[in-house]
């Protein structure tokens, strides 16, 4: 007797949560449904609720003074101006860094080596998202224009500042509206390490003539590209993407413009 | 308006929802083993319920730190926020670890009587002190590291994602 109601009874509770489950999956489910319909190409259209409306067909924004204009896209197109501009920003640096060494200048040439080190890994980054989503990663590689070490700095400063004041958070809005996380992820390291090179142009532009020496090497993460200026690296994880410190790429000598 | 469940959560989302556990288990856990160790003669049941406890809460600091890692790349905070966030992983490891061994020391106890047939309070007790101190210890770093997760949420606003 005893032992047929325990069987009953388990039969009971495994009965209550199979339902108990299956309610929860639903429930999950048609939660996920109710945000955003998806885009052909596994992309969602971008809404947020806790955000400013994302564009998601492509629209002209009014930018700082001399600032190019910015076209926000779809993430996808949005991958793909990054991509452009990453691909670009590599070249110039590479320019910049031998005329840099040309001038005398070879604490600046360093960092224009190490920050071309790191836009082409920006740009790799990008490439496989913009693969993921389907699409096929492509730059207009323009001739750089090179003037004076000094102008160099402040060109590259001034682009360095609008990749990380305007268009990366206009970028990161619409991927973090999509949820998409590996947009996000790429995005937002190529936006936290842009930050990091203004701060280094800002610096040497402040003690130009500093730079005629090498006071210290550079590091760049191989994930992220994550660009210190010091003797060693005082940390054991890159505190952007986690890339152990030892596999940092050391620059210490200029790399040749391509 | 509707009432539906919340969607299921990325890797990547899922640190919010993982980190609060560990820390509630691994608090509570203690009390257990202080109550195994005044029962120890009576019952061994507080004993292992407190091993339970310890070994799903060591095990949810596993799944914290590596949801946490995938989490990071995702968290867009200033340079202040970035050491706040370098130094709160840095001591989540550290927890990760103590009580990975914090959970063995105190499996090795709970196992104890397997060996030695007649345990007295005067083995039980100075055994459990030690482990106290050492628990402690850890205790003392995973409330380090959880106000340093809740300053990156409340006061560098890093948001997961949802």
Same mark, same amino acid.
């Given at each position: 007797m005893l032992r047929s109601c325990s069987r009953r009874l388990v039969v009971y509770v495994g009965l209550l949560l199979s339902a108990f489950t299956l309610v929860l999956v639903a429930g999950c489910k048609s939660g996920e449904e109710g945000t955003t319909p998806a885009e052909p190409g596994g992309m969602k259209k971008a809404v947020s609720q806790a955000e400013p409306p994302a564009k998601t067909t492509?629209?002209?924004?009014?930018?700082?003074?001399?600032?190019?204009?910015?076209?926000?896209?779809?993430?996808?197109?949005? *991958?793909?101006? +990054?991509?452009?501009?990453?691909?670009?920003?590599?070249? #110039?640096? &590479?320019?910049? /860094?031998?005329?840099? @060494? %040309?001038?005398?200048?070879?604490?600046?040439?360093?960092?224009?080596?190490?920050?071309?080190?790191?836009?082409?890994?920006?740009?790799?980054?990008?490439?496989?998202?913009?693969?993921?989503?389907?699409?096929?990663?492509?730059?207009?590689?323009?001739?750089?224009?090179?003037?004076?070490?000094?102008?160099?700095?402040?060109?590259?400063?001034?682009?360095?500042?609008?990749?990380?004041?305007?268009?990366?958070?206009?970028? *990161?809005?619409? +991927?973090?509206?999509?949820?998409?996380?590996?947009?996000? #992820?790429? &995005?937002?390291? /190529?936006?936290?390490? @842009? %930050?990091?090179?203004?701060?280094?142009?800002?610096?040497?532009?402040?003690?130009?003539?500093?730079?005629?020496?090498?006071?210290?090497?550079?590091?760049?993460?191989?994930?992220?590209?994550?660009?210190?200026q010091a003797q060693k690296l005082d940390f054991s994880n890159c505190p952007i993407c986690n890339t152990p410190a030892d596999q940092f790429e050391k620059i210490d000598q200029v790399a040749a413009a391509k | 308006m509707p009432i539906s469940l919340p969607p299921v959560p990325k890797w990547e989302g899922l640190h919010p929802l993982v980190v609060h556990f560990p820390i509630a288990l691994l608090i509570v856990a203690p009390l257990f083993v202080a109550t195994g160790m005044l029962l120890w003669e009576r019952t061994r049941a507080y004993a292992v319920a407190a091993l339970i406890l310890m070994v799903l809460g060591t095990a949810g600091a596993w799944v914290s730190v590596a949801s946490g890692v995938a989490a990071m790349g995702l968290a867009t905070v200033n340079a202040e926020g970035r050491e706040v966030m370098a130094r709160h992983q840095e001591l989540a490891m550290l927890v990760r670890l103590a009580f990975s061994i914090l959970t063995a020391l105190y499996a090795a106890i709970v196992a104890l009587p397997l060996f030695a047939k007649r345990l007295t309070p005067k083995v039980v007790v100075p055994v459990h002190l030690v482990f106290f101190v050492l628990y402690a210890g850890a205790v003392l770093v995973l409330a380090a590291q959880s106000h340093l997760g809740g300053r990156l949420v409340h006061e560098f606003g890093v948001q997961a994602l949802m």
């Open positions: 492509a629209k002209e924004n009014a930018t700082e003074e001399g600032a190019p204009e910015l076209k926000v896209g779809t993430t996808l197109e949005n *991958l793909q101006a +990054a991509f452009d501009g990453e691909s670009n920003a590599h070249k #110039r640096y &590479l320019a910049f /860094a031998a005329k840099a @060494e %040309e001038e005398g200048y070879k604490q600046a040439a360093l960092l224009f080596t190490a920050a071309a080190r790191a836009e082409e890994i920006h740009a790799k980054s990008h490439a496989k998202v913009i693969e993921k989503l389907g699409g096929t990663p492509t730059a207009d590689i323009k001739e750089p224009e090179v003037k004076t070490t000094k102008e160099n700095l402040e060109a590259a400063l001034k682009g360095e500042t609008y990749e990380k004041n305007t268009m990366y958070p206009e970028f *990161l809005k619409v +991927a973090k509206a999509d949820k998409n996380a590996d947009a996000i #992820r790429t &995005l937002n390291g /190529a936006m936290t390490v @842009e %930050e990091e090179h203004a701060a280094l142009y800002q610096a040497a532009l402040d003690d130009l003539e500093g730079q005629k020496a090498i006071t210290s090497p550079l590091w760049v993460c191989p994930v992220c590209g994550h660009t210190v | -």
